[in-house]
């Protein structure tokens, strides 16, 4: 793991991590908008510690991990892009402190939504995966997207992001095992829908395992779309009949002009980045992803009545 001597070490404190607390992990940049929520959120659903990788934040994110108590703290200047989107640096954290651990490794525009999560915790969760010999948890990314153009969906830091971006597509996933990795792909939402309904192979993956009882053999080969060994990747498959979740991505705020002119002029965010000219001129045009089949959010069960979330086995 080479990679883990690109990573600084800027608050340390992994001494704080109990032997069953559930752990997050997470490489951001420049998301001291987002991140207030995205740490309330996954407190509040029962994640005991967080270990951030800060990819050269400018914008005060790193002042603001700093001083929050349950966060441990790494930096690096180099590529996002090159360390596989990040996977390398939270691959070594992983390796080093998540071994036996429930870990959740996520972005910070994101908010896992469980089933019953009004009622349960992430650590009830656990408990029936555990019962059940499961070490996985897979979730649909699901974007979220305001019904007026982009750059008015104001955002007030700290609320949930559903309160600036209420709705969502409840149609028009497309999902198709994939041999290789014994996966189920799942692609559709208002970016196929919008921008690449010609280039529909273009379009971003939405299937996510972004929970999994951590051993040091296990890997993501691609993201958290999909993990090593392949016997990992059972979160979709309905034979099992195992409850999933979603992550609402919370990538058209407000600020996502700004963020789309950084990473088109970075491009650190995409295997081929040339394919994504395109996208990028067409999110700059400030367009409005609404439409009259737009979903408001209601919450989990309006997710599992959309058939996006399931419970599964667990009633």
């Known amino acids: 793991m080479l990679k883990r001597r690109e ?3 800027v608050v340390d404190r992994t001494q704080n991590i109990q032997s069953d607390d559930i752990l997050c992990f997470a490489t951001v940049r420049n998301e001291s908008v987002r991140l207030p929520y995205f740490l309330k959120h996954h407190r509040a659903l029962g994640v005991s510690h967080f270990l951030i990788v800060d990819n050269a934040s400018d914008d005060g994110t790193t002042g603001y ?8 703290l790494w930096a690096t200047p180099k590529s996002y892009r090159a360390s596989r989107f990040g996977m390398d640096w939270l691959t070594w954290l992983q390796m080093r402190y998540g071994r036996g651990h429930w870990c959740a490794t996520l972005d910070a525009d994101e908010a896992l939504i469980i089933p019953h999560h009004d009622s349960r915790s992430l650590r009830d969760l656990t408990d029936w995966l555990d019962a059940r010999g499961v070490r996985v948890f897979s979730a649909l990314m699901l974007d979220l997207y305001p019904k007026t153009r982009l750059s008015e969906a104001k955002y007030t830091v700290g609320t949930p992001f559903t309160d600036a971006l209420g709705y969502y597509d409840a149609q028009g996933y497309d999902w198709e095992l994939q041999p290789k990795y014994r996966n189920i792909s799942i692609r559709g939402g208002p970016r196929k829908r919008q921008f690449f309904k010609d280039a529909p192979e273009l379009a971003p993956h939405m299937h996510k395992t972004p929970l999994i ?12 779309h999909v993990v090593l060994p392949t016997r990992l990747n059972i979160g979709f498959d309905a034979r099992h009949n195992l409850p999933t979740g979603v992550l609402l991505h919370a990538k058209f705020l407000d600020e996502a002009l700004r963020q789309s002119t950084a990473e088109a002029v970075r491009k650190e965010h995409f295997t081929h980045p040339q394919d ?3 996208y990028y ?3 700059l045009s400030d367009p409005v992803l609404w439409n009259d089949t737009s979903q408001p959010y209601s919450g989990w069960r309006g997710l599992e009545e959309s058939g996006l979330l399931a419970r599964g086995d667990w009633e």
């Open 276 to 278: 994504y000219n395109t």
């Open 213 to 224: 009882k951590w051993n040091w053999r296990y890997v993501y080969a691609s993201s958290t």
């Open 7 to 9: 990573l600084t070490s």
């Open 281 to 283: 001129d067409q999110i």
């Open 65 to 72: 991990l700093k001083s929050q108590n349950d966060v441990s």
